[in-house]
């Protein structure tokens, strides 16, 4: 007889016998089963820092003295004084830094400007949005 043949012949009183199923213990579901046999992440947050070393982002452009003059000139004009009426629509493009990398994003806010904050050195629209003065690249009136 052959060692395989001897091994069958060893077992061949429990081969046939019915598949157990506990009365105590709920049986596990595929899923839970399966996770047990999943990989195990060894570097945790590895894939997050990936994606974020992919994300992308833009440079803030340096602004020439002549496209500074222009951009003040535009905010007296959007500004006016108290007085003379309401204050005209415009669309602002504005640059917002990047809070966890190099550069940032463009973003436009349209509306009136409420107020400008002295101290902060901020805009204030209408709609609450907040825009600080040195981020702001373009004024369409």
Do not use: N, W
């Not at 069958?8 to 009183?13: A, I, K, M, N």
């Not at 945790?44 to 990936?50: I, K, L």
């Not at 500004?79 to 830094?97: K, L, M, N, Q, S």
């Amino acid at each position: 007889m052959s060692t395989k043949q001897e091994e069958q012949r060893q077992y061949e009183d429990m081969i046939h016998l019915p598949h157990h199923v506990s009365s105590r213990h709920p049986q596990m579901s595929m899923t839970d089963r399966a996770a047990q046999f999943s990989p195990f992440a060894a570097l945790t947050g590895y894939g997050d820092a990936v994606r974020e070393k992919a994300r992308l982002t833009e440079q803030k452009p340096d602004l020439s003295e002549e496209e500074r003059a222009e951009l003040d000139y535009k905010l007296q004009m959007a500004c006016g004084p108290a007085g003379e009426g309401e204050r005209p629509e415009v669309r602002i493009t504005y640059f917002v830094p990047d809070r966890k990398k190099a550069g940032g994003s463009y973003r436009e806010a349209s509306g009136r400007i409420r107020r400008i904050d002295a101290c902060r050195q901020e805009l204030i629209m209408e709609d609450g949005t907040e825009i600080e003065i040195s981020c702001v690249i373009e004024i369409r009136i």
